[in-house]
């Protein structure tokens, strides 16, 4: 058998072939390599957060029993890792009249009754937490939740008249 040769299939086999060749040929190719370097920057203030998660509640004082009567209240504050950061505490709404912010006495009232008490920055009850930044609670931030402790204390045998006695302490947090 004799297989008849198509001139028009030979041609355009040929020139597919060289089409699907010149296309290998044309890719582009990389003989060389050229670097840089991107810089990318920030700057990370201090930040800080607080909430003030306990309030001080004394239990009910007796001017007679001869003792200081001791309460506590808390505060939480998250800063920046590495941030400096200070809680003061100011003086309340009615301070004894011998109180200063590095030094405070502070009063409860009840209208005309006075029943001073203290806010202290330690458990020994012996470091007054005042308004300034030398009486105030220093701290370095750790990026996490940090919890503060206000101690309180009422001193023993104040004359006072009966009935319920509040103050107002405004906590401030400087960063």
């Given at each position: ?107 409860m009232t009840n209208g005309a ?63």
């Open positions: 058998m004799k297989t008849k040769l198509n001139q028009s299939k030979l041609k355009l086999a040929i020139v597919s072939a060289i089409v699907a060749g010149s296309m290998g040929l044309s890719a582009t190719s990389y003989a060389a390599v050229a670097t840089g370097t991107m810089t990318v920057s920030t700057s990370v203030a201090v930040s800080c957060a607080m909430s003030v998660t306990g309030n001080i509640a004394f239990s009910a004082y007796d001017q007679t029993a001869g003792e200081d009567l001791q309460s506590t209240g808390t505060m939480t504050s998250t800063c920046t890792s590495g941030g400096a950061a200070v809680i003061t505490m100011s003086q309340g709404t009615s301070p004894h009249a011998s109180s200063t912010a590095a030094s405070p006495v502070r009063q009754g006075k029943l001073k008490y203290y806010l202290y920055g330690d458990s020994g009850y012996s470091t007054a937490w005042g308004d300034t930044s030398g009486t105030g609670k220093s701290f370095t931030g750790t990026g996490s939740l940090q919890t503060f402790t206000a101690y309180a204390e009422i001193t023993a045998e104040q004359a006072v008249i009966s009935g319920t006695y509040n103050d107002s302490v405004a906590v401030t947090l400087t960063y």
